[in-house]
């Protein structure tokens, strides 16, 4: 694969007055001025998958989006030591597209800063047969760690989104390369 990777970056948290956003802006320009992606945004309260995750014109679109990307990011909160249902209902919504495909994770919380979260869905992505890349993004005391333009001076963040963006290229191309030469047994 000589082009940049597809680079889809989702947005799990759908609550009113949700933090999201200015983490997930933050870490989108850090991907977006790495010339080995192409990045896209898939914020899942614009994405209104059915809970019953019955098909819908909605579950076809976010199929198909995922079906062009090489790689993922999940840009989550924690909601009681766990992962919004927004995030699981995306994961569950469709089957073979997630497969063979390497993700990421930039969590943010309290204390924890979202990485008892982060730890329930590497187990869930290895079950949909995606490789979960060992290096995570972790803002903890999220509010605090974001100045009022949305950028963050926390040094351990911004060196593992490099980390991280980088192991998400050498999979993505990986996975690619045998993706193309041969479909993935799952």
Known sequence: MDGPLRLEVMVA????????????D???????A?????????DLLHAPLPPDL????????FRQRLAAADAFVAVTSEYNHGYPASLKTALDSVKHEWRAK??????????????????QLRQVVAEIHMVSVRETVSFHRA???FDADGNTGDGAAIDAAERMLS???WWGRA???ARASGPYPG
């Open 54 to 61: 019955s098909e819908s014109p909605e579950t076809e679109d």
């Open 13 to 24: 948290s759908i609550r009113p007055q949700r933090f999201a956003p200015v983490v997930a």
């Open 175 to 177: 996975l690619s390369a």
């Open 102 to 119: 390497p993700i990421g994770f930039v969590s943010y919380g309290g204390l924890s800063g979202g990485l008892r979260a982060v730890e």
């Open 34 to 42: 790495r010339p080995e992606f192409d990045t896209g945004v898939i």
């Open 143 to 145: 509010r605090k760690q």
């Open 167 to 169: 192991q998400l290229v």
């Open 26 to 32: 933050w870490f989108v320009r850090t991907a977006r």
